[in-house]
Nanobody
């Protein structure tokens, strides 16, 4: 089992920056990928960014390209999401997720990811 604890959410002005962190513990050696998702009120959960173990492969949602950066030294180290030039539409609860021992899920909503964090609120106004 893997436990995920994230931090770094909060309130920020339009154009500002925030950095989210996601620390994993437990049986982390089987992790194949980790990802950030978000869910705004009344909307479906959506993928923000995915990083594969080792950090060599990363994917971003279109809205995140050029503004957000996902990073992680290795699967046993914290994963980060640096968010710049934040917009009101970035307001949401952000979650980190991890998947282990099989192919990384491709669902845009995160279906299939085995482990999830508790979520942290990001408010941009």
């Amino acid at each position: 089992h893997v436990q995920l604890v994230e931090s770094g959410g909060g309130s920020v002005q339009v154009g500002g920056s925030l950095k989210l962190s996601c620390e994993s513990s437990g049986n982390t050696h089987g992790i194949v990928c980790m990802a950030w998702f978000r869910q705004a009120p009344g909307k479906e959960r959506e993928a923000v960014a995915t990083i594969y173990a080792g950090g060599s492969t990363r994917y971003y949602a279109d809205f995140a390209k050029g503004r957000f950066t996902v990073s992680q030294d290795n699967a046993q180290k914290p994963m980060y999401l640096q968010m710049n030039d934040l917009k009101p539409e970035d307001t949401a609860t952000y979650y980190c997720a991890a998947h282990s021992w099989s192919n990384c899920p491709r669902s845009p909503s995160g279906e299939g990811f085995r482990y999830w964090s508790q979520g942290t609120q990001v408010t941009v106004s």
